[in-house]
Every structure is written in C-alpha cells, then in structure tokens.
C-alpha cells in the first residue's frame, strides 16, 4: 500500500471543495471586470508573456527560457514578463487609444500569502488620460469586483472595506507626516539620488531600526512597511499619490511639482491592490533610468536584466501623453470574497510552490 503525503494534493476533492466557492467568485469577478473595461470603452488586447526583457525594476527577479530557432541556430535568451507593460506601450504608439489586459505575469523567488510566482494582473492605459482617469477606473472596478461577490464592500485582514463613498486620496508625504510624524520632502537633499542620513535620523528618533549600508529609498521603505501601509486603505480605500521623484520608475514628472511624481498606488486595509502612472514619453530619460535601475540590481545581485531596445525605440518615435496602471486581480478576488490566502483563489498552484 502506498503511503498517503503528509498534505493531500490540492486536487483531491475534499480539498477542493473548499475554495470552489471563491472559484466560483472569481469567474464571476473576472466577467464584471472586463463588462466594466468595455462598458468604459476599452478593448482587450494580448500581448507575449516571452520577452526580451523582463522589467528593469532591481528588487523583481524573473524567469528565463532559452528561444530555439527552427533553423538549429543559436538559442536566444528570453524572459517571462513581471508586466505586459512594455509590449502595451508599444500599442499606445502603434495607435490604440485605450487597452486593457489580464495577463499571466511571473516573479520568481516571491512566494506568501499574497504572494504567489504566477498570477494574473489587470493592465489597462488611457492615451490622452490622467491619474484622475485612472482613479475613477478602480473605483468602478472595485465596486464591480465586491458586486459580483455578492458583497457592497472588500475584506482585508478581517475588516470589511466600504466601497459606497469616493476613496481616499493622500499623498505620500502626507501619508508620512500623519502615520509617522516624518517631513519626508525635508529629508531629500538631492532629488535623483537623496543620501540617507536626514531619513536615517527620523527613522530612528520613532524606533525604526536602519542599517549602515540602507539607502535613501531602503530606509523609505522601511518607514513605510512598519507605519505606513498598515494605516491605509482603513475606512476605505486609499490612493497614496505624489511619490518622490526618485522613486518615480516609470512615471512622468509632476509639471506642477517636478519633485514629485505623477504615480500612485492603491491600498485596501494595507494591501496594496495596485501602482499607476503618468507614462513617461521621453526615451532619453528612460534609458537614464534603466541604466541606474541596471546599476542596481548588479550592484544588489550581481547581475542585470537586457534593456528592451525596442521598447525605447517606440517611445522615441513617440508614446502619446497617456496614463497607465497594473492591478493584482487575485488580490482582488481575495478581498472581494475574504480568502486569507492567494492560494484559495487560484484553480491551481504553480507545481512545487
């Protein structure tokens, strides 16, 4: 007789049986979800997962594959994407106006109850839109997501999130003044590249804990994990907006306040449900970025992602002023229906995860 595995597979029907009912509730959220983009006068595209590059972001680590032509030539090193992103701005400048996707995307070495190395990602841009387009987007989809559930609002961590009032907008020094008693602006001596000393003193006059080698943005994010997130998103959900430049990625500048910005994330009772920005259209600028977030990553892990050519290419020949965003829908479908695990709300798990 063979012997049974300690934890039965999660095929087995006694154990699926118990997250059928947040299945369910998914395939139902995904219909209201793309109801509502077309509703908005979206249309949905499908791009690659196999790219040429993965996302230059440092702290995201990817999937490679080996792409083997029919000829018997030499292989080619490819990745699966952490985003669609760069393939979706390449149809904002072939032409199309307004684009969404749920797309399949991978990040490797993450792994926890909101966490998992495949999951599925809602990607939409405005040609010609703002963060305010943006706002109004995810307050429709939201609404929609909890609607299919059968609930008027999310749960996060146990607390029920009402969905009825206009959510929250609060900008990211705000956000440090109220929850930590931190002027974050004043602690930024350089805009593209701020030391860490100034923050380094805030972070441990309120018992944040910092090491020797954190920088500026280590240091942000440590302030912000332990104060910060936990508050937003509280009695309803909070768009955290107005980031520091240098934490800009791949957003535009602020033309009201070039020290900041056009970025903002999405918070539901501390989750983050989503990032969004005004895109940056100046190929120059890009290429900075990518080379200082290249830089980085070999500098943290010893090696580097390719920059995607094509990409910088695309937006030299001119990415129209647009604003885009990438929301986590299995987060979605686990606030909606109050599954304490992404795992409850996959059909399958990623074998050996």
Not at 17 to 44: D, M, N, S, V, W
Not at 62 to 73: H, K, Q
Request: a negative charge.
């Amino acid at each position: 007789m063979t012997d049974m595995p300690s934890r039965a597979p999660w095929w087995r029907p006694d154990r699926f049986a118990a997250r059928r009912p947040y299945l369910q509730a998914r395939a139902a959220i995904l219909k209201a979800l793309r109801a509502t983009f077309e509703a908005r006068g979206f249309l949905e595209v499908e791009t690659p997962a196999l790219q040429v590059s993965p996302g230059i972001e440092p702290h995201l680590m990817a999937f490679a594959t080996d792409l083997e032509p029919a000829d018997g030539g030499p292989a080619r090193r490819l990745y699966l994407h952490t985003s669609p992103e760069f393939a979706m701005k390449k149809l904002l400048v072939a032409g199309e106006p307004r684009i969404f996707q749920l797309a399949k995307v991978f990040r490797n070495r993450e792994r926890s109850d909101t966490h998992h190395p495949e999951f599925t990602m809602a990607e939409w841009y405005r040609a010609g839109g703002s963060l305010d387009d943006l706002m109004d987007d995810c307050e429709a989809l939201l609404r929609a997501a909890a609607k299919a559930a059968g609930r008027d609002g999310l749960i996060a961590h146990g607390l029920s999130v009402p969905l009825d009032e206009a959510f929250e907008r609060l900008s990211v020094a705000e956000a440090f003044l109220m929850h930590a008693g931190v002027d974050l602006m004043a602690t930024i001596d350089d805009p593209l590249s701020p030391s860490a000393g100034a923050l380094r003193a805030e972070a441990e006059e309120i018992g944040i804990s910092t090491s020797d080698g954190d920088s500026w943005e280590d240091i942000f994010f440590k302030i912000s994990l332990d104060r910060i997130e936990p508050n937003l998103g509280v009695a309803r959900p909070t768009f955290l907006t107005d980031w520091p430049i240098s934490m800009a990625a791949l957003s535009r500048p602020n033309p009201n306040d070039p020290a900041v910005a056009e970025r903002f994330e999405l918070y539901v009772n501390g989750v983050e449900l989503a990032n969004a920005f005004g895109e940056l259209t100046d190929a120059a600028e890009q290429r900075r970025r990518f080379e200082a977030d290249c830089a980085a990553k070999e500098r943290l892990y010893g090696f580097r992602y390719p920059v995607d050519e094509d990409f910088l290419a695309a937006l030299d020949w001119g990415l129209p002023p647009s604003a885009g965003i990438a929301l986590g829908i299995d987060r979605l479908v686990m606030l909606a229906t109050g599954a304490a695990r992404i795992d409850e709300v996959l059909w399958a798990p990623v074998a050996g995860a």
